[in-house]
């Protein structure tokens, strides 16, 4: 075979097996057998290897697997990828319905009463983008954060259901220009159970759930592995294309059917929302029959149009929501209250159970929450109880079958003295907590753990066990000690060679410069996570006038409320937290910020609010580009609002800056102002 009949063989053979890919994994109508897949398959696999540089970008045999990551790669998805809001009740459906119609009435002439809604079922998995450029498959994203998530590529290339190269039978203009597709990355029940078998066989841990083993698989660093699995996909909504307009839900779901992804089939038209309650009626009922976890009906407003009228608040669309299944209830017996202390010294009781199993995972242990609502339901030891997966995933005791109490079962109560350490426990609102601060063995590794961690000071090596070794050797009393750690302390642990000692001690050493934010996330201030260490970080710019700054001062920040600002104070007041900062600076930790730029600020002056859908740039892009250019931006319209930025869908913050007389201006003006146009 010479090199043109070799090309023309790899391109027939890579179409082929698209087309059975399609069939076996979106249509479930295989046309050929296993073994006459797998010869194609392998005369494609020495074709290529023979002529590499004729290898297709979508060939078939990068599902296979390629070289093992280091690590996954930030990537911006290119439209938000929104959450759902979740209701748990009929009247909360019901209410919804009563919303979109009251918000689509307004627009006389436009709407006759009607509205149909597609019901779907709403999969537990891991919620994925896909990218195409000209029908080629480009690029896979996790969620992340709804505006950035991680490059998972390689890995989704070995999910056979989704598809590299897109159909011809689906709309011309999908494979045009760029398409992103959501959808769901799942691990099917039956494959759940087998991977958890041979994990266990292999005295590896399981999985607790279909949706965890998915998440796992997919983030797997060796794509082999990720190969290795059987994942399937499902897709439920175009995000962008540049040449196609669905008018529809429905058509948007029978196009993605078209290019070659697996749709789920369990779809329904419904004229009224009674008929969208009755498909989420009958889904429950066969819930445990289906072949993938689901755990709700998605209920959307079907045109797409009217969808666009709606628009979206800022983290869910006005029109869908999830209509969720009640979580899984089991009885078992409360043999016994323990109670664990976290890093901020809060003590929480915890139900030590008699083994259940509960949605297919083996619980043992549930929170109790707190004093009051242990006392509320009135749990005691030796009591027989309800538990359920709050959302499926956390343990906790719905309540107690108080007909089932045995005469011997005891009431119990938080100690008035840490079981850690002795300390004082004190009573703040509802919640006891251990006084003695980082003197507390289970509040200074918790706050280790913490400050150590990847999105904090990030350094490698020091995870739970070695920060255990450290803390029962007494080398390191509070946060500022990690900097005094030497390479004969760490020769002395368990598990460190020479290379891995020089890799911690290089890594403490890199973790001295800090951003800010992630320097005041690490210090495991209470209330402050990482979005609010980003606001701080941005308004003060440096440590030194954010350690003397007021409660007033604080809660004048946008997004910092009286909580937060207490909280702030609080820990900057305390001396033992000043000492141990001091340490910290002394040791040679050097937070720095990255200022704005400066220069011309369009905007000075202006406190802006955004409203509706954008189309140019996600909500946080836009406020960020407001305050680079010198405005404020606040989350509601009031009399302080100098500008309204209105983009689609648009609610009642238009109308409110139309009644104070509030200038309003679309989009595209709003970047003319600042340059960007």
């Known amino acids: 075979m010479n090199r043109a009949e070799a090309k023309k063989r790899i391109e027939a053979l890579a179409a082929e097996i698209h087309e059975h890919d399609h069939r076996y994994y979106a249509l479930d109508r295989p046309s050929i057998s296993d073994a006459e897949y797998d010869r194609r398959f392998r005369e494609l696999q020495a074709l290529e290897e023979e002529y590499p540089d004729l290898r297709p970008p979508a060939s078939p045999t990068l599902r296979v697997g390629g070289a093992m990551r280091t690590a996954f790669k930030k990537a911006p998805h290119l439209r938000p990828m929104l959450s759902l809001d979740s209701l748990m009740s009929e009247d909360g459906v019901r209410e919804f319905d009563a919303r979109v119609r009251k918000a689509l009435g307004r627009d006389e002439g436009l ?71 959501r959808g769901e990355a799942l691990m099917p029940i039956a494959e759940f159970q087998a991977l958890n078998t041979r994990l266990i066989q292999a005295n590896e841990e399981p999985f607790a759930s279909a949706r965890n083993s998915a998440a796992g698989t997919v983030r797997q660093l060796d794509p082999a592995i990720t190969a290795s699995r059987r994942l399937d996909f499902f897709a439920y909504e175009v995000m962008r294309a540049d040449r196609f307009e669905p008018r529809t839900q429905r058509e948007m779901l029978e196009a993605l059917r078209a290019w070659g992804f697996h749709v789920e089939q369990e779809i329904r038209l419904c004229e009224s929302i009674d008929e969208a309650l009755a498909f989420h009626a009958a889904l429950l009922e066969r819930r445990d029959q289906l072949a993938y976890e689901v755990d709700g009906a998605v209920v959307k407003v079907d045109r797409t149009d009217w969808q666009g009228r709606l628009g979206v608040r800022s983290r869910s669309p006005r029109w869908a929501v999830a209509y969720k299944f009640p979580p899984r209830i089991e009885v078992t017996k409360l043999l016994d209250i323990v109670v664990q202390v976290g890093r901020t010294g809060k003590l929480t009781p915890v139900a030590v159970l008699q083994p259940v199993d509960v949605a297919g995972v083996t619980v043992s242990r549930a929170t109790l929450h707190n004093q009051d609502e242990l006392d509320r339901k009135d749990v005691r030891i030796g009591d027989t109880v309800r538990i359920r997966r709050a959302g499926d995933v956390i343990p906790e005791v719905v309540e107690v079958i108080t007909e089932r109490r045995s005469r011997g079962a005891k009431a119990f109560t938080l100690p008035s003295e840490c079981p850690v350490c002795g300390g004082e426990v004190v009573r703040e609102g509802a919640y006891h907590r251990c006084s003695n601060g980082l003197a507390c063995p289970a509040q200074l590794g918790g706050r280790i753990v913490h400050f150590v961690s990847r999105g904090a000071m990030d350094i490698t090596g020091l995870g739970d066990k070695t920060v255990k070794q450290l803390q029962e050797k007494g080398l390191v009393k509070n946060l500022a000690d990690i900097y005094a750690i030497t390479p004969i302390d760490l020769a002395g642990l368990e598990g460190f060679a020479e290379k891995s000692i020089e890799n911690l001690i290089n890594a403490i050493e890199t973790s001295k410069k800090p951003r800010l934010h992630r320097f005041l996330f690490a210090l495991g201030i209470e209330h402050v996570g990482e979005t609010v260490a980003r606001l701080l970080a941005d308004h003060y710019g440096a440590l030194e006038p954010l350690t003397t700054a007021s409660e007033e001062e604080l809660q004048e920040i946008r997004g910092i409320g009286p909580e937060v600002a207490a909280s702030v104070r609080a820990f900057f007041s305390s001396s033992r937290n000043r000492k141990v900062l001091d340490r910290l600076l002394k040791a040679g930790i050097r937070p720095t910020h990255e200022k704005k730029a400066k220069g011309a600020q369009p905007l000075a002056g202006e406190i802006v609010v955004f409203t509706g859908s954008l189309e140019a740039m996600s909500r946080p892009e836009a406020q960020h580009k407001a305050e680079a250019a010198g405005a404020r931006t606040a989350a509601g319209v009031s009399r302080k609002v100098t500008l309204v930025v209105a983009g689609p869908g648009a609610g009642t913050k238009l109308e409110e800056a139309r009644k104070l007389g509030i200038p309003v201006i679309a989009e595209h003006e709003f970047l003319k102002r600042i340059g960007e146009a």
């Open 111 to 181: 709407f006759a009463g009607q509205v149909d809604y597609v019901a779907e079922p709403k999969f537990d998995g891991l919620s994925i983008e896909l990218v195409y450029e000209d029908g080629v498959f480009l690029r896979g994203t996790t969620r992340g954060d709804g505006e950035v998530g991680e490059d998972v590529t390689e890995n989704l290339r070995t999910i056979r259901a989704v598809p590299l190269r897109l159909s011809p039978e689906g709309p011309a203009g999908g494979r045009e220009g760029t398409l992103a597709v």
